[in-house]
T-cell receptor, first 113, second 113 residues
Framework: QQQVKQSPQSLIVQKGGISIINCAYENTAFDYFPWYQQFPGKGPALLIAIRPDVSEKKEGRFTISFNKSAKQFSLHIMDSQPGDSATYFCAATPNFGNEKLTFGTGTRLTIIP | GAVVSQHPSWVICKSGTSVKIECRSLDFQATTMFWYRQFPKQSLMLMATSNEGSKATYEQGVEKDKFLINHASLTLSTLTVTSAHPEDSSFYIC?????????FGPGTRLTVT
């Protein structure tokens, strides 16, 4: 019940296209859903996050869509650029704060010219 | 703001020796720090959670006598890998939280020969 399932495992998108990564969870106690971007050999960096009281959050080219009833959330990257090529992890925690994060398995995104 | 550093960034040690990794919050006080391990092309796996001045809480399957965690101050936590073996070779990442979101360090690459 603590798992966060993430798909796809890898994704290739053409420059300028939309990249979409999906996550699903079981634990209804989760109430904070961040997305992290990680480049090789670096620590993950927070990209965008959402609480379950809203269905969508947008920051620049990055949008999270959240479906509470389906227990799913997704990351959309608009106008994808080669610099977006990285591994993306979704995560969830039952208590925004000092509770541990449960990470998805990761999606390796490659943006091709 | 909210910078987390790790030292060293890369370490090689011989099998049977111990190695210490430091995690520092540079511009905030971290009430909670987390230690993760990440194998190549895999997700982050939480090893332990530590609160300043308290004993760390280890995740199931993590040997607390092998991975010693000390959270001596609100800005410093250390992870000591004792009697390291080649299978301990991994990317170790810490995160720190002042309450709220977690801020991740850049990671430490440990290679045990």
């Amino acid at each position: 019940q603590q798992q966060v399932k993430q798909s796809p495992q890898s994704l290739i998108v053409q420059k300028g296209g939309i990249s979409i990564i999906n996550c699903a969870y079981e634990n209804t106690a989760f109430d904070y859903f961040p997305w992290y971007q990680q480049f090789p050999g670096k620590g993950p960096a927070l990209l965008i996050a959402i609480r379950p009281d809203v269905s969508e959050k947008k920051e620049g080219r990055f949008t999270i869509s959240f479906n509470k009833s389906a227990k799913q959330f997704s990351l959309h990257i608009m106008d994808s650029q080669p610099g977006d090529s990285a591994t993306y992890f979704c995560a969830a925690t039952p208590n925004f704060g000092n509770e541990k994060l449960t990470f998805g398995t990761g999606t390796r995104l490659t943006i091709i010219p | 703001g909210a910078v987390v550093s790790q030292h060293p960034s890369w370490v090689i040690c011989k099998s049977g020796t111990s190695v210490k990794i430091e995690c520092r919050s540079l511009d905030f006080q971290a009430t909670t720090m987390f230690w993760y391990r990440q194998f190549p092309k895999q997700s982050l796996m939480l090893m332990a959670t530590s609160n300043e001045g308290s004993k760390a809480t280890y995740e199931q399957g993590v040997e607390k006598d092998k991975f010693l965690i000390n959270h001596a101050s609100l800005t410093l936590s250390t992870l000591t890998v004792t009697s390291a073996h080649p299978e301990d070779s991994s990317f170790y990442i810490c995160s720190a939280s002042p309450g709220g979101r977690q801020y991740f360090g850049p990671g430490t690459r440990l290679t045990v020969t």
